[in-house]
């Protein structure tokens, strides 16, 4: 089958590479890279990992793949644990960032950037996929890997019978601060500092020191703020922003001289109550909805709904 996979990020190469085998897969992404979430942004000489920060792993599949990347030197263990006592799971990253990762996961497939998706039409035999430049790419069958909102809106004139509640799923807004410092941080080792995002009374829901974390040549830190700030502070103009934000930084940024700040906005930051299938299917049209929002949260389960998505359209060619 030609199967059109829309959205680089994890899930959508997961399931790219899983069908690659024996399908004739092309991958879509509107962003100039493949990633996704999984995002690392370069300012002069630091590397600032600005979307995901780490994974854990809890069950076999994304075993056996994090123990390649631990092999071929791509993942790294960044500690155990960012407060004591230790849960047991190691805490994984990209060893030049995670969106190296995602790079990795790509090697070989047919990915094409830069390329929006405007919309999905049904057609006799399957679907037309419609690029905003006007090019339109004919496929098999189709999975949808964006934040659920933006695939149901490339969805909307297929007439498809997507249950309502699927497609209302909320997901809670991030806003980050990447710091790049002339002297190291005063954040504390392992170089992460993990709070409650969903307490309005954190002033973040996450710190990482990037140097620390092996990632950065020269200090440089993330900030996440927490869900409610976020929310609360999305409409902000940009300068009232970030002076905000590195006013809360200061107590991490310590005696360390600002070389650069920068705001990164995520609108669809992840979901607020997961779906509790893997994936959505219509095997009659040859659909697939998958992504984060499905197999759990966060990094393993866009992994695990990845794998679901292309196992749900193996099934399709066995009808
Ligand atoms: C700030 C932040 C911090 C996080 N921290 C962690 C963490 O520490 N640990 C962890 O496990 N997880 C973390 N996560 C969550 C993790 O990053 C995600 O769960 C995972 O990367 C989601 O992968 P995905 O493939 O489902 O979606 P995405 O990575 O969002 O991929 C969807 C892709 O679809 C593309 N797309 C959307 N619309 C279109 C269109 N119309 N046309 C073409 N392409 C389109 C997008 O460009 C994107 O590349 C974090 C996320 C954020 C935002």
């Given at each position: ?64 793949q994090v123990d390649d990347w631990l092999d071929r030197g791509l993942a790294t263990t960044w500690c155990n644990g960012f407060s004591a006592p230790h ?233």
């Amino acid at each position: 089958m030609r199967v059109a996979v829309v959205g680089a990020g994890l899930a959508g190469l997961v399931a790219a590479r899983a069908l690659s085998h024996d399908h004739d897969v092309l991958v879509l992404d509107k962003g100039r890279s493949v990633g996704g979430r999984l995002a690392t942004r370069r300012i002069g000489d630091a590397t600032l990992d600005h979307g995901a920060q780490f994974f854990t792993v809890r069950g076999d599949a994304l075993r056996r793949q994090v123990d390649d990347w631990l092999d071929r030197g791509l993942a790294t263990t960044w500690c155990n644990g960012f407060s004591a006592p230790h849960d047991g799971f190691p805490r994984y990253c990209g060893t030049t960032g995670m969106n190296s990762l995602a790079k990795d996961l790509a090697t070989g497939l047919d990915c094409r950037t830069d390329r929006l998706v405007f919309t999905c039409r049904r057609t006799e035999n399957g679907w037309d996929v419609v690029i905003d430049d006007g090019e339109v790419i004919e496929a098999d069958a189709l999975v949808l890997t964006c934040p659920v909102p933006q695939s149901w809106s490339l969805l909307v004139q297929a007439e498809l019978d997507i249950p309502e509640e699927l497609f209302r799923r909320h997901y809670h807004r991030t806003i980050g601060l990447l710091t790049v410092l002339d002297a190291p941080s005063a954040v504390p080792e392992p170089g992460g500092l993990q709070f409650d995002a969903t307490d309005a009374g954190q002033p973040f829901g996450f710190v990482a020191d990037n140097a620390m974390k092996g990632v950065s040549d020269v200090p440089a830190v993330t900030f996440h703020a927490t869900q409610p700030w976020s929310a609360e502070h999305w409409d902000d103009d940009p300068d009232t922003l970030r002076d905000l934000l590195l006013e809360r930084a200061q107590p991490w940024i310590g005696a360390a001289g600002i070389v650069e700040a920068q705001v990164k906005k995520w609108r669809f930051a992840g979901p607020v109550m997961p779906w509790p299938e893997p994936c959505w299917v219509d095997d009659e049209h040859r659909v697939v909805l998958a992504g984060d929002l499905f197999a759990g949260p966060k990094f393993e389960g866009a992994f695990n709904s990845g794998l679901a998505a292309a196992d749900a359209v193996t099934d399709f060619t066995a009808d």
